[in-house]
């Protein structure tokens, strides 16, 4: 043994680099053996002379403690050198298969620096590139070594290749492949990374390398500084294994970063459509990176055009002096964002608001909380937009008249009613409280609005429920079912038409003024996201297309009850 590392060392090798020359490595052949032989013959001159007794020595244990030490028979004597003979128990006779014998030689020592031949070939032929100057590697090697650790078949996106001194000696080598699996339906991956030490492989997979969110990386990590377990199975020193975690994080996350500004179109057309959800997904989990990774973000806005895409940091260069938050609007597509009547206070002033259309982005914005000094404010928050009051229509003038536009006109959202005066707003926000008393805990006018009746404004338990909709459905449950709505606050615009005719009819028609309510109650909830099961609107609907039927035949709607109040025209609304 002494001398095959003096050879490897001569030859520009280091006899250090022989992981436990004679010791547990082979004590951990009676894990297979019932009886262990070490034969040896010396090379050297004195074997060579006339006489020399013992020139060919058996060591023998059945690794009880005891061993003998005997003459080698002539029979089974060699030439010179040493061999170790396992005897294997009976019920592992699969370890005198030659292909078991092959896979575990390739999968524990396929890089070590010394030829391994099994019956004649050489098993080890995969260099050890993770060693070598990253800058003598070319894409070739890369590509066939990639293959080679993750057993995939195409060619990595990116490659991450380098050493490091501190905090410990780091030998790395990452690759992201072009795609990941989990999409596909196959499961949750197991980590990618493998930890090696002297290029004889400790742990494969290890879940102690690189955080979960960064799973899809495949590639080795050779360190030298690890102390071992005695079964070489694990690193002993769990704090330095933590320490080279974080420097390995860091650097993936500073090659990602370094992609996104060096080759943009390559960052989002091929890596962020393909992986922005581990990103997320680290966000919510990493804190320690937390600000690192929510620069490498990028969303929609209703500034920019379908598909095209901003991150935060341009977001933010892009805000007036006298902006201190960053508004976004989750919707589940463009289209209907853009129709929210969150949308409509924005719309008027001509502030970016953000779109997200997943649960995930949802929970990435509570977790994130703020960027670069600025808070994340969703756009169904109360007290976004315009400004509100508490009970009082912000937009009422001294005089009591109807609620109006600053211009002095009527709203724009196509009214002809000049809406209804403060105290004429109070007495219908008390009314629609009490009305929906279990569905509603505030109900209050606001200026925010333009073109809608209402909204609710329960921002936190709109997030909450979403999130608990995604945990649900990813665990394979109802939608929320176990989780009740909790009572929303209203704001309604005591401009619009909708609200003026309910205020007309609630006096003459308290059943039908109800069901109307509870129309606009659900349309609210419609619009931020918090209708579960739109099913349960139908009787409603159908009560109310019938009045619209019946108000469209002259002399068929009277001033009873259950009508609509006075009868309504032909062209007219029917809560006009």
Known sequence: MQAEAGDGAGAGGDSSGVIGRFGVGFYSGFMVADKVDVRSRSAGKAAEDEGTQHEALVWESTGTGRYT??????????????????????????????????????????????????????????????????????????????????????????TIH???????????????PSFHQEKYGMGRMDPGV??????????????????????????????EDLPLSISREKPQDTALVAKMKRALTRKVVSHLSNMMKKDTDKYKEEFYKEYSFFLKEGICQDFENQSALSKLLYFETNKGLDGEMTSLEEYVSRCPPEQKDIYYLFAPSRELALQSPYMEAFGEDGREVIFIYTAIDDFVMANLKAFEGRDLVSADRSGVGASESGGKSSDENKDGEGAKTEEGKDGDDGSSSPGLSTKEADEFCTWFKSTLDAKVSTCRTTSRLSSSPAVVTDAESGALRRMMRMVETSEGGTSTGGMPLPKQTVEINPRHEIVVGIDRIRKRDPVLARVLAEQVFDNCLVAAGLLDDGRSMLPRLNDLLLCVVKSSRPGDVGDGGGDVSGGASKNKSIVN
């Open 69 to 158: 030490i005997s003459p080698l028979p002539e029979e089974v004597r060699q030439e010179r050198g040493t061999s170790v003979v396992l005897h294997l128990r009976p019920d592992l006779s699969e370890y005198s298969n030659e292909a078991t014998v092959e896979a575990v030689l390739k999968k524990y020592s396929n890089f070590v620096g010394f030829p391994i031949y099994l019956n004649g070939n050489r098993v080890n032929t995969v260099d050890a590139i993770w060693l070598d100057d990253p800058k003598s590697v070319d894409q070739e090697k890369h590509n066939a070594f990639y293959k080679y650790v993750s057993s995939m078949y195409d060619d990595p996106l990116s």
């Open 162 to 176: 380098f050493r490091a001194d501190a905090p410990l000696d780091i030998k790395a080598l990452f690759y992201i």
């Open 194 to 223: 493998s930890l090696y030490s002297r290029k004889v492989l400790i742990e494969a997979k290890s879940p102690d390398i690189l955080p979960d969110w960064l799973r899809f990386i495949k590639g080795v990590v050779d360190s």
